[in-house]
């Protein structure tokens, strides 16, 4: 079935995938262990390590808005080529620093980075996409995405015991690597067609779209829930594993239940309810398996807790 899904998808769209598992493979190396390291290699307190993490979600946020605009008026490719570049600097720079002003640095070129890549790179992938493919397309990305998460917890796992600087600079040749095949392979301005002219005031039509805003409203619950989840899992992992370092191993099992249970959940579920039900459903159980983790005592209710995420996995769709 996904063999058959990849042959209807055009050479460009590959690259777009390849560009969103390798984005994610770069990405996961680092969430796991961040605050672990950050905790004990750089001996932050807990308000840092969320000003840390804070930095680099409201840096995403204006990178996003700031990359948007400059991919209607330049082209996608040099935008997220750019943003794999910044983002690749910010990355070394967790290995490189253990002073809190500086890892807050590296925290913001990080979320720029990744602020100006995401959202261009999902955005090419919405206009490249045939109205036949694009649900294909769409599904596909979702599984690019798993796999690299998949494939991070076992690198962390197998690889870099005992090293966790090493993560920082293998992530951030990865995004080098994303930036320069971004640059090389993908269509020069937007493509086939010219990049359209945006009126001055077109952006202004955004805040009169409600359903739009509220969903807007929605995603920013829904993200500072898996902020919550992101830092939560780490430091509990210090406290009730004999290698904090095994935490990678719980996105690893998450993205293969994605993975696995993708297509079914979509179709019996998802499709059959309003996107604002399936968001609501998706935030109960990323609420619900948030606060559990803090009755975690081992590696299985960690596991168990984090699992609740598939369903925001699956609501996302509908945002592009």
């Not at 390798?22 to 807990?46: F, N, Q, W």
């Not at 040749?173 to 493509?191: D, H």
């Not at 209710?301 to 996995?313: E, Q």
């Amino acid at each position: 079935m996904i063999i058959q899904d990849i042959k209807k998808l055009d050479r460009t769209m590959l690259i777009l995938l390849f560009g969103v598992l390798l984005s994610h493979l770069g990405t996961y190396l680092v969430i796991p262990m961040l605050p672990i390291m950050l905790k004990i290699d750089a001996a932050l307190s807990l308000a840092q390590i969320g000003m840390i993490l804070a930095m680099n979600a409201m840096s995403f946020q204006f990178g996003s808005l700031l990359g948007g605009f400059l991919a209607d008026r330049i082209g996608r490719r040099f935008i997220i080529g750019l943003g794999a570049m910044i983002g690749a600097v910010g990355l070394i720079g967790f290995g490189l620093f253990n002073v809190f002003g500086l890892l807050l640095v590296a925290s913001l070129i990080t979320g720029l980075g990744n602020g100006l890549n995401a959202p261009s790179t999902k955005a090419a992938i919405a206009a490249l996409a045939s109205e036949e493919t694009q649900t294909t397309a769409f599904s596909m990305r979702g599984i690019a995405a798993n796999i690299g998460t998949a494939a991070a917890g076992l690198i962390i796992f197998f690889v870099v015991t005992g090293s966790s600087k090493l993560i920082f600079w293998i992530a951030g040749f990865i995004y080098v690597a994303l930036a320069l095949k971004s640059w090389f392979f993908l269509p020069k301005n937007c493509g086939d067609a010219n990049c359209p002219v945006i009126p001055s005031g077109a952006y202004k039509e955004v805040v009169k779209n409600k359903p739009f805003i509220m969903f807007g409203v929605v995603s920013v619950v829904i993200w500072a829930l898996y902020a919550q989840l992101t830092l939560t899992l780490p430091l509990r992992a210090t406290e009730v594993l004999p290698d904090p370092s095994n935490v990678a191993l719980i996105w690893t099992i998450n993205s293969g239940i994605v993975i696995l249970a993708q297509n079914v959940m979509t179709g019996k579920v998802i499709q059959r309810l309003h996107p604002l039900t399936a968001l609501a459903f998706g935030m109960l159980f990323i609420g619900f398996g948030v606060g559990s983790l803090y009755f975690a005592t081992s590696f299985f209710h960690l596991v168990w807790g984090p699992t609740n995420k598939t369903r925001k996995t699956y609501a996302k769709p509908i945002s592009g």
